[in-house]
């Protein structure tokens, strides 16, 4: 899973993009990634399932925490912004 966050600190909560290596062809919400989930294969990041969870039940794998390339999180970013419904404007 990816972590979005607005700042570096981990406690509380915190909204997760979950990723996959199952092949996402074809789901727009979906967005390759060049880095891999386990090292190997492709891994995809499913930017319409969104969720939240406690910091605490998150454990790193044996690599630690990975960081994804600037350019690459800001497209996951973007794709999951896209998928958020947008507010309407307010009224006069």
């Known amino acids: 899973m990816i972590v979005v966050g607005s700042d570096r600190k ?6 997760v993009v979950p990723c996959s290596s199952l092949d996402q062809t074809g ?3 979906a967005y390759k990634l060049t880095t891999t989930i386990d090292g190997e ?3 995809w990041a499913i930017c319409d399932k969104p ?5 605490s039940r998150l454990v790193p794998d044996h690599r630690g925490k990975v960081r994804l390339p600037p350019e690459e999180f800001t497209e996951v970013l973007r794709l999951l912004l896209s998928w958020l419904p947008k507010l309407s404007p307010p009224a006069p």
Request: proline residues 0%; hydrophobic residues 40%.
């Open 51 to 55: 969720s939240t969870f406690a910091v």
């Open 27 to 29: 789901n727009r919400w």
């Open 10 to 15: 981990l406690y509380g909560a915190v909204t």
């Open 41 to 43: 294969g492709n891994s």
